[in-house]
């Protein structure tokens, strides 16, 4: 497939004026202009030209290498090797090699499904390619119902770690290195395992829970409020801000003693948000003053510390920064290649702009991630290409070659994306 192109009527993306202490954009290249190669194990451009002949080599969408029970609920681990999906045992699922890719399906509730791409840091450029292969494949036998993440070793989303509840293992040639787990955890398999591994479905009993949700929301700003994730620790606290404590049957909305009255309304609409839409009206929203934390935050966080002090001067860069780190493009492949075209520089944007005949790109690369947006009317071509287009578009921009990707089909927009725009209800 040919590379991505931005047009050349794009207008740049720092064509505004930073106030003082905000960070510059990092101007894009040229549309043509030729991007230094990334670190090696961490592509984020083209593949190798031995990639090119790996969507060859799979099986049609008739002939899928993948089972008919990844229909089923459950997570699923897969391995990638001589550009196919070798299953991993449910009880080595949570040990990666660096040297690998891997896919990890998660099909929860409702037919909520989440398709990660795992890169290991000395994976090849070719097996990343064939996993980004494989991942088509996989999401075309779901019905393209997944959201889709690029994982990169080191820097996992929380959803992707709250799978594995004793931690992740990585190894290198016989060295583990683990990450949350005590030592006596610390220990496996030796050396790169060989295939041959009978199931990686891990069946989940009637009524069971499904993946625990544990997630920490920061809500910040004056005008442009906006949420941001943040780890799950009291260090991530501050007294001027409000934060949503998601725990997926609790969900606290915690405003700091010296928090704006409009980042307190924000965080009780955030919160309802997710009780309404992500737990389908089963979840109690509890909202929660400094100093009067519940039993069950302190459970999670740990003995409530002297929190750093809130400044509100911080609100105003905030809202700056929330307006003017993120810009949106319209994906075409009208002229044979994938372009680029821009279609607003600033947040929050139009609803309108999400024209449901094409896909788009959501640029929040400064704050570490790229969005996907997949209309549900788009032509095949550019919802299969959804990931190449994002680690092309992180490869122009410059971006760390660990941004996270989340892939989103129309319907299935996570609440952080829906607050980008102008009055998502």
Known sequence: MPGLALQKDSPCMNCVAEPAGVAPHPSPPPPHTTVPRPAPGLSACGYSSGTLAI??????????????????????????????PVPVARENQGIFFSGDSYLVLHNGPDELSHLHLWIGQQSSRDEQ?????????LNSRLGERPVQHREVQGNESDLFMSYFPRGLKYQWAGVCRALGLPPAHSGGPSGLQEGGVESAFHKTSPGATPAAVRKLYQVKGKKNIRATERALSWDSFNTGDCFILDLGQNIFAWCGGKSNILE????????????DSERQGKAQVEIVTDGEEPAEMIQVLGPKPALKEGNPEEDLKADWTNAHVAALYKVSDAT??????????????ALELLIPDDCFVLDNGLCGKIYIWKGRKANEKERQAALRVAEDFISRMRYAPNTQVEILPQGRESLIFKQFFKDWK
């Open 55 to 84: 969507a060859n080599l799979l099986p049609s969408r008739s002939g899928s290498p993948f089972p008919a029970s990844v229909q089923d609920p459950g997570l699923h681990v897969w391995r990638v090797e001589k550009l196919k």
């Open 129 to 137: 390619g064939a996993c980004a292969v494989l991942a088509v494949h």
């Open 264 to 275: 307190r309304n924000k965080a009780r609409d955030l919160a309802l948000a997710i009780r």
């Open 336 to 349: 044979g290649q994938m372009n680029l075209t821009k279609v607003a520089d600033s947040s929050p944007f």
